[in-house]
């Protein structure tokens, strides 16, 4: 069993979640160190290093149970879930998962892309092209919830958690999109949501326990913000006017969520496109008089590029319902926001502030230090916020690292780690200089997001598999 623990500072999690990274971006998907412990700031290979081994092909980030490391990945066209021993990087046993069809995904998206969930007795996991299994930590399969298929553009990326006996899986995709609960015990469905606004969107949910009631899973999409009853799925309270597209975990800490979201260019502060209502496009540009409107047809050719995304159900044209997402798609504003929860209903008043420059896609918020971490995704462009008021407090670009980033920004030991798309790290101290303190090369793509837990630092290349330590 592995030992509980208390986060003084992390207030809207669990008295009873455990020490390890259980998640992805760990405890309650703050990205932050569940312990006081010291870090290696010294990491690469060669340099700090516990084991490393070869390792298959995936995305899925470490998740930690006392003993192991739970990741996903692909072997011969093969779907498998491994557990790997924490102090040695030996595999202690790998499952095949069914893979009853493929998927078309993104060229930086992969099949084995969602991070497991873990708790004392179980590990669940998810696969776009199947849907979710569990074993027990011997790796007995307990049981499997077959899912989709899937019409998300990018292919599925957000992961499940585990609340209170309770699996939570977010399902965003072009049409259709709901979020889905299932007893973690049997695997059998407990509840099921529609999410009728949330389009092609990979966040991860997280937790927030009210004084009183039950807890709520805190989903953002395409929007607006939900805040799902664990024990009905009802939406409690919501926020409205979140960016169209939403990718980010958000970050909870005593009583204020921070989130961001980008869709496109278009979309940044200033260049929003105000399109006709349908019946005027109709009229005006319907030159096929079939009542739709195709590519060509478009009113605005900057908008027209975008059209495979517009165009849900794939049709080669776009109706009324279609047109009214589309309007409100590029009238959204990408942003950083702070925002104030408790209590039910609309909440939409109570978001603290906006920010709206150097709005990452991918790279999730990190909280730490008073300091409010944005990581762009291309250029190693980092930006800093004060997380009270939003304002810019610093900025920079990583000049040795100016590549692209799909892992999220994680602090532990006073550091933030930052690692780019071609194995570049950057070590900061943490709400300090954007100046790193240390940089390595991994030499390998890296997709996957650092893990840290009891003074280790556990990174995965789409390589090999790296444990850190200070000793």
């Known amino acids: 069993m592995r030992q509980p623990f208390i986060l003084l500072f992390l207030a809207s999690v669990s008295l009873a979640q455990t020490a390890d990274w259980d998640r992805f971006r760990g405890p309650n998907g703050t990205g932050l160190a569940p312990d006081d412990a010291a870090y290696p700031v010294e990491i690469g290979p060669g340099q700090s290093e516990v084991w490393s081994v070869d390792f298959p092909a995936g995305m899925s980030s470490p ?58 007795d179980r590990v669940v996991v998810f696969f776009d092209e199947y849907g979710l299994l569990a074993y027990d930590h011997a790796g007995k399969e307990l049981w499997k919830l077959p899912l989709g298929p899937f019409d998300n553009i990018y292919g599925m990326a957000a992961s499940p958690i585990l609340v209170d006996g309770v699996c939570v899986l977010p399902c965003d995709q072009q049409t259709k999109s709901f979020v889905i609960a299932v007893d973690a015990k049997t695997g059998e469905p407990l509840w099921r949501r529609a999410r009728p606004q949330a389009i092609s969107g990979h966040c991860t ?46 970050v ?168 780019s798309e071609n194995g570049f790290l950057s070590v900061l101290e943490a709400g300090g200089e954007l100046t790193p303190v240390h940089s390595a090369s991994f030499e390998a793509p890296c997709y996957a997001t650092p893990t840290l837990a009891r003074g280790h630092v556990y990174l995965r290349t789409m390589e090999r598999l790296y444990c850190f330590g200070r000793e």
Not at 403 to 410: E, M
Request: proline residues 7%; without cysteine.
């Open 63 to 120: 998740v930690l149970s006392a003993t192991h490391l739970f990741l996903t990945g692909v072997e011969d066209e093969k779907l498998y879930t491994y557990a790997v021993e924490r102090a040695s990087g030996e595999v202690s046993w790998k499952r095949e998962a069914p893979r009853p069809r493929k998927t078309k995904f993104h060229a930086k998206n992969h099949p084995a892309a969602a991070s497991a969930a873990v708790d004392g």
């Open 252 to 419: 909870l800490l005593d009583g204020v969520l921070w989130t961001h979201g980008y869709a496109s260019p278009l979309n940044d502060q200033g260049n929003q496109v105000e399109l006709p209502t349908f019946e005027d496009v109709i009229a005006e540009h319907d030159t096929s008089g079939d009542g739709a409107i195709s590519a060509k047809e478009m009113p605005n050719r900057a908008v027209a590029r975008y059209f495979q995304w517009l165009d849900s159900n794939a049709n080669k044209s776009l109706d009324a319902e279609e047109w009214a997402l589309t309007r409100a798609m590029f009238a959204s504003v990408n942003s950083a926001m702070a925002i104030k929860i408790g209590g039910a209903g609309d909440l939409s008043e109570n978001i603290l502030w906006h920010s709206y420059r150097s709005i990452p896609q991918l790279p999730s918020p990190l909280v730490v230090a008073d300091t409010y971490y944005l990581l762009s995704d291309s250029g190693g462009l980092l930006a800093t916020l004060s997380p009270t008021t939003g304002e810019r407090t610093a900025k920079t670009r990583l000049e040795q690292a100016s590549d692209n980033y799909f892992t999220a920004p994680v602090a532990g030991g006073g550091h933030v780690y930052l690692l």
């Open 205 to 250: 949910p997280i937790v927030h326990r009210p004084a009183q009631g039950p807890p709520q899973v805190l989903l953002p999409g395409s929007f607006r913000l939900d805040a799902y009853a664990l024990d009905s799925g009802e939406s409690v309270w919501w926020i409205d006017g979140l960016p169209s597209e939403m990718k980010s975990v958000p």
